[in-house]
Nanobody
Framework: QVQLVESGGGLVQAGGSLRLSCAASGRSFSTYLMGWFRQTPGKEREFVAG???????YYGDSVKGRFTISRDNAENTVYLQMNSLKPEDTAVYYC?????????????????WGPGTQVTVSS
């Protein structure tokens, strides 16, 4: 069992930045593949970014060049640095764990989820 807790969400103006953090419980954090997703009411959960055990990263098309995912295995934490934020980035952001080596963008491939953190970007 893995427990995840996101933090760092809030209200920011368009063009601004936020850094989300996701703290994970458990001693096997370094073996997990981590992902960030986001969701708005009435829409499906959208893949934002993922990072493998070895540190390889992958991004959704809508955030490429603006968001950066990173991980600190010593701190059992994964981060999402979000720059040049746009109103369309407004969503609840979720951290997720996949107990596997292949990075997928589909949310059903992930095994554990955090409760989410709200990000609101005003125009």
């Amino acid at each position: 069992q893995v427990q995840l807790v996101e933090s760092g969400g809030g209200l920011v103006q368009a063009g601004g930045s936020l850094r989300l953090s996701c703290a994970a419980s458990g001693r096997s954090f370094s073996t997990y593949l981590m992902g960030w997703f986001r969701q708005t009411p009435g829409k499906e959960r959208e893949f934002v970014a993922g990072i493998t055990r070895s540190g390889n990263t992958y991004y959704g098309d809508s955030v490429k060049g603006r968001f950066t995912i990173s991980r600190d295995n010593a701190e059992n934490t994964v981060y999402l640095q979000m720059n040049s934020l746009k109103p369309e980035d407004t969503a609840v952001y979720y951290c997720a764990v996949r107990d596997g080596s292949i990075l997928y963008t589909r949310p059903e491939k992930y095994d554990y989820w955090g409760p989410g953190t709200q990000v609101t970007v005003s125009s």
